[in-house]
Antibody, heavy 114, light 106 residues
Framework: QIQLVQSGPELKKPGESVKISCKAS????????MYWVKQAPGQGLQYMGW????????TYADDFKGRFVFFLETSASTAYLQINNLKNEDMATYFC???????WGQGTLVTVSS | DIQMTQSPSVLSASVGDRVTLNCKAS??????LNWYQQKLGEAPKLLIY???NLQTGIPSRFSGSGSGTDYTLTISSLQPEDVATYFC????????FGAGTKLELK
């Protein structure tokens, strides 16, 4: 069955970087793009952008240009979200998802605290 | 970007009630509207895609309707397990989510 399994929770200090993985199984990885969504504590869902898993080309929402990086390890059917120079407002749960958000990862909580 | 406005933000209802959740787009989204259910601590789950198509495995008490800028999710007979936050999502253009409706039991 189709599964997206994300890496575990992270505790980071402001200014550090974090890398979140999303491993896909149950389908051909390069047939579907991978999308990323942010959910701050107690808040709604914010679409961050997506990466074309065939070409590796990322597309970012305006709020996520600069410090956020989407990349792939295609041989491992894994997509990554890296956040550089972490800020307090990056504290959130981050989800990966397939197109139209029919399938989601379980979410990765990133805590940013000095 | 298209703005999605959900109403009400909180809804209290009793088991067995017919419940209606609303979602209004800032412009025509051509029925490219999905509904998601999110329970506490879980990932969202797709309920309805493209306005009125029930995702596989979702109970038939959930239904969707709408066109243009106005869309509705209806639960025909509320069950205790339906307590959750419901988000609408448009994919007619750059994707955007609504802020959600929190559904509680009265």
């Amino acid at each position: 069955q189709i599964q997206l399994v994300q890496s575990g929770p992270e505790l980071k200090k402001p200014g550090e970087s974090v890398k979140i993985s999303c491993k896909a199984s149950g389908y051909t990885f390069t047939n579907y793009g991978m999308y990323w969504v942010k959910q701050a504590p107690g808040q709604g869902l914010q679409y961050m952008g997506w990466i074309n898993t065939e070409t590796g080309k990322p597309t970012y929402a305006d709020d996520f240009k600069g410090r956020f990086v989407f990349f792939l390890e295609t041989s491992a059917s894994t997509a990554y979200l890296q956040i550089n120079n972490l800020k307090n407002e990056d504290m959130a749960t981050y989800f990966c998802a397939r197109p139209l958000f029919a399938y989601w990862g379980q979410g990765t909580l990133v805590t940013v605290s000095s | 970007d298209i703005q999605m406005t959900q109403s009400p933000s909180v809804l209290s209802a009793s088991v067995g009630d017919r419940v209606t959740l609303n979602c209004k787009a800032s412009q025509n989204i051509n029925k490219y509207l999905n509904w998601y259910q999110q329970k506490l601590g879980e990932a969202p789950k797709l309920l309805i895609y493209n306005t009125n198509n029930l995702q596989t495995g979702i109970p038939s008490r959930f239904s969707g309707s709408g066109s243009g800028t106005d869309y509705t999710l209806t639960i025909s007979s509320l069950q205790p397990e339906d307590v959750a936050t419901y988000f609408c999502f448009q994919h007619n253009s750059w994707p955007t989510f609504g802020a959600g409706t929190k559904l509680e039991l009265k």
